[in-house]
């Protein structure tokens, strides 16, 4: 646990040459000194959204008991946007372990990106301090994702013509090759962590990088429940015949072609669709 914990710090300070410390006393790890104005201009949006809580802004995305995510103009005055996503530390607990949250998600998406996984660029990871100069939030610094869209609501669109349903759920298929490739288990893997640009030249990006795990090297049991976990919230949208060729033509990229070998992952896959795990369960998955 100790060990790991210092190989992700290592990992964000390895990667982010630049230290920043803010006039607001919060601590930043950033790409470069060149967005150190982009941690003002993510104040000043803060504290714009945080005096209208009954009324948010549209810019903010999320905005629960736990997390906060909102988009901001990098240099405070329109032009380049970029999104932060905060982990807001309500409790004692959360406070005094506030490793467990943003720098989890830093450097999981750091080690995602050097695997070759296609997930959104970030560019600085923050902690701001409270009063008793224990954390109260630590947020992430992302690429701006605006000519993307969700694979659930573009479903939710082409809900009722089942060709666009298929085709938009096979273009989803390199990102589960990406995952298992990298060795990585996402846990979450779904219609709504799941990003598609307008052009469908370019690959998908995934979200939400909080609770993976990584393996040394591909593992088909960790490919069997994602494409399970998948296929749960698929089902709302295409047959089962679609349902079917989606994980045949999953198996057909990683090169599973023992027929007895892809029947066992059939059934793996489906098993995993019917079956609810705990995220301690889905992590320890191998």
Not at 193 to 212: E, G, N, R, S
Not at 237 to 259: F, P
Not at 261 to 282: H, P
Request: net charge positive; proline share 5%.
């Amino acid at each position: 646990m100790l060990r790991a914990l210092l190989a992700k710090r290592a990992l964000v300070k390895s990667t982010f040459g630049c230290l920043y410390r803010d006039a607001e006393g919060g601590k930043w790890h950033l790409q470069s000194d060149a967005l150190i104005p982009a941690v003002a201009a993510f104040h000043a949006a803060h504290r714009a959204i945080r005096r209208r809580p009954e009324d948010p802004p549209e810019a903010v995305y999320k905005w629960t008991e736990r997390r906060l995510v909102f988009r901001f103009p990098a240099n405070g005055d329109g032009g380049e946007a970029l999104v932060a996503k905060g982990f807001l530390l309500k409790h004692p607990r959360q406070r005094i372990k506030s490793y467990r949250y943003g720098l989890e998600e830093t450097a999981n998406l750091l080690t995602a990106a050097q695997r070759g996984v296609s997930v959104p660029a970030i560019y600085g990871y923050g902690v701001l301090y409270g009063r008793s100069r224990l954390p109260n939030a630590n947020f992430l610094l992302l690429e701006c994702l605006s000519d993307y869209e969700l694979v659930g609501d573009l479903l939710k669109k082409a809900k009722g013509n089942p060709a666009e349903c298929r085709a938009i759920l096979m273009r989803t298929i390199p990102t589960f090759v990406s995952l298992y490739k990298a060795g990585c288990n996402h846990i979450d893997i779904h219609t709504k962590t799941i990003l598609m640009h307008k052009d469908a030249d370019l690959p998908p990006k995934i979200l939400d990088f909080h609770y993976v795990r990584f393996h040394d090297r591909p593992n088909l049991e960790v490919l069997a429940f994602e494409a399970g976990f998948f296929v749960r919230h698929m089902v709302d949208y295409v047959d089962e015949e679609v349902v079917a060729c989606w994980c045949s033509s999953l198996l057909d990229e990683i090169g599973v072609v023992d027929s007895r070998e892809r029947d066992g992952l059939f059934e793996k896959i489906a098993m995993y669709r019917d079956v609810t795990f705990s995220r301690k369960a889905s992590k320890g998955i191998v």
